[in-house]
């Protein structure tokens, strides 16, 4: 056996983050890890990894005790980490990230022309012959820095490669190409630990898989004879709700809101949009077509140059965010490391925020108000906490983004867009989502959805517009929405798109 770990015990302060809990990697497998929110995922691999000090419990190297201190002692180990939000640092350059810890040096310089060769040849092999690497890192989408960072940890594996929740924010060519490089490490002999909410993925990629339940191991078991009901009822230690089908498409609705060519040189070609009461609108492309720029442009981030916007009451200022969120807009970013949460406010504060900078900080909300709000989105999203006044930061990924969504339902905004408001976010809790968002329209809050899954905007959309290349290409609506059209519509060529 490569890796074994056995009786591994962690505790927060009011947490039983791992009960003894035990995992054991071959050489040349992908062992995929998986349980809800806040099962113990990552925090077993940052004991493993040195992040966290373990409380208790054995791990062995090829039958050796290993105790490594920091990601770097565990690096010198053979054991290199992708943790689930990327932490490489945006303003030094690609190659200074690929590159820190281990810079190339020549008379005891750093050698800046090695370190960007070694950099382009770290690279090679992901499909990022793009990326320039003297800039600096912060200039690439969230995906790219992914990619970036899964690069950097292939480079630094000797034995052991760590993947936690890779693919959250990678679209399918993406999600491809790094599974190509993993098939590739696995082939070589490497174990690797495979993190993911995405089923398809765990069936396609692993040979062997371990679920986790509040802390504790419940199943080791080849992926081969694991069925996806099966695999579900052991994540969740219950059967899932019947998803349910497409949404039926509703009567027609009031005309909110006019958006008339709208758009940005560089950015996004100019569009048109109506979006009408309780209505959801999903934005399908691949990462690039324009999606998040859409999104940035509607909500002022990075303000149109040209078009106007417009409500039966008139124009509509959309110049920044804050003029955005007075006219009753909101926006659930994608990243939620750098735009989403702030990591030492409580839950309750990171909930309160934004609709405390709406009110003014003049009028303070009262606490009690506070904590009512988040004790409502605690329990409606599901949040796994011990109660509201914990810290953001010490939550799990997924339950980090619930509470970044809660943040924005909360200012019960005429007009929200989602970034990717599932990523990262296990079964149960995406179905619930999907649930909440078709609640808030019955009300009549319309929703723009930005979502790489297919299968989450076919549910959730009354009505799909397909970008590429940075323009809205293609609009679906009612029963035109279906995969095959929208893949179509993404794949089609750029002569035949330019006649759509
Ligand atoms: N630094 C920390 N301080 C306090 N509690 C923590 C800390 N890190 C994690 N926890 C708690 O430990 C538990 C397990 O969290 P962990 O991050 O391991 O979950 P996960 O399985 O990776 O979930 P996700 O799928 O959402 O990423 C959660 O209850 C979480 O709130
Ligand atoms: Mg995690």
Request: with cysteine; net charge negative.
């Amino acid at each position: 056996m490569l890796l074994t770990i056995d009786n591994l015990s962690k505790t927060f302060p009011g947490t039983v983050a791992l009960d003894s809990v035990r995992f054991d990697l071959k050489a040349g497998e992908v062992h995929a890890l998986l349980g809800e929110n806040g099962a113990g995922k990552s925090t077993l691999i940052k004991c493993l990894t040195g992040v966290h000090a373990r409380d208790s419990g054995d791990v062995r190297l090829h039958g050796e005790p290993v105790s490594p201190g920091s990601t770097l002692e565990a690096q010198e180990l053979g054991i290199g980490t992708v943790y689930q939000e990327v932490n490489l640092l945006p303003n030094l350059t690609v190659a200074e990230n690929l590159t820190f810890g281990r810079q190339p040096t020549r008379f005891g310089m750093v050698s800046v022309r090695r370190m960007r060769e070694d950099a382009k040849e770290m690279l090679a092999g992901f499909g990022l012959d793009h990326v320039n690497v003297s800039r600096e890192l912060g200039a690439y989408s969230v995906a790219v820095q992914q990619l970036i960072a899964i690069a950097r940890a292939v480079a630094l594996s000797g034995k052991v490669l760590i993947l936690d929740e890779p693919t959250a924010s990678l679209d399918a060519r993406e999600t491809e190409m790094l599974f190509e490089v993993v098939r590739r490490l696995r082939e070589r002999g490497l174990g690797i630990v495979f993190i993911s909410h995405f089923l398809d993925q765990v069936f396609d990629l692993s040979d062997r898989l371990t679920v986790l339940r509040n802390g504790k191991h419940i199943v080791t078991a080849e992926t081969a004879g694991m069925d996806r009901l099966g695999l579900i009822h052991h994540m969740l230690g219950h059967e899932l709700d019947k998803a349910e089908d497409r949404r039926t498409t509703r009567s027609i609705r009031n005309e909110r809101l006019h958006f008339k060519g709208l758009g940005r040189r560089g950015k996004i070609e100019p569009f048109d949009l109506t979006v009408r009461e309780g209505e959801v609108i999903g934005l399908a492309g691949l990462l690039g077509s324009g999606r998040t720029e859409t999104a940035d442009i509607l909500f002022g981030r990075t303000p149109a140059d040209r078009g106007e916007a417009t409500d039966p009451d008139g124009t509509i200022d959309l110049s920044n965010p804050r003029a955005a969120i007075a006219s009753g807009f909101g926006y659930a970013p994608e990243d939620r490391k750098t735009d989403g949460i702030i990591a030492d406010l409580s839950i309750r504060e990171n909930i309160a925020l934004a609709l405390q900078a709406r009110r003014g900080w003049a009028k303070p909300i009262p606490r009690g108000e506070q904590r009512a709000l988040a004790d409502d989105y605690i329990r409606r999203l599901d949040i796994r906490t011990s109660d509201a006044e914990k810290a953001v930061g010490d939550l799990s990924g997924g339950n980090q983004q619930k509470v970044v969504l809660a943040r924005w339902l909360a200012m019960n905004p005429r007009f929200l867009i989602l970034d990717e408001p599932t990523r990262g976010i296990d079964v149960g809790a995406h179905a619930e989502i999907l649930k909440l968002i078709s609640g808030l329209t019955d009300r009549g809050m319309s929703i723009l959805m930005i979502s790489s899954e297919f299968d989450e905007l076919i549910a959730a959309s009354d009505r799909v517009i397909v970008l590429r290349d940075r323009r809205h290409v293609s609009e679906l609506v009612g029963d035109e929405i279906e995969t095959s059209r929208i893949i179509a519509a993404i794949a089609a060529h750029d002569a035949e798109g330019a006649a759509l």
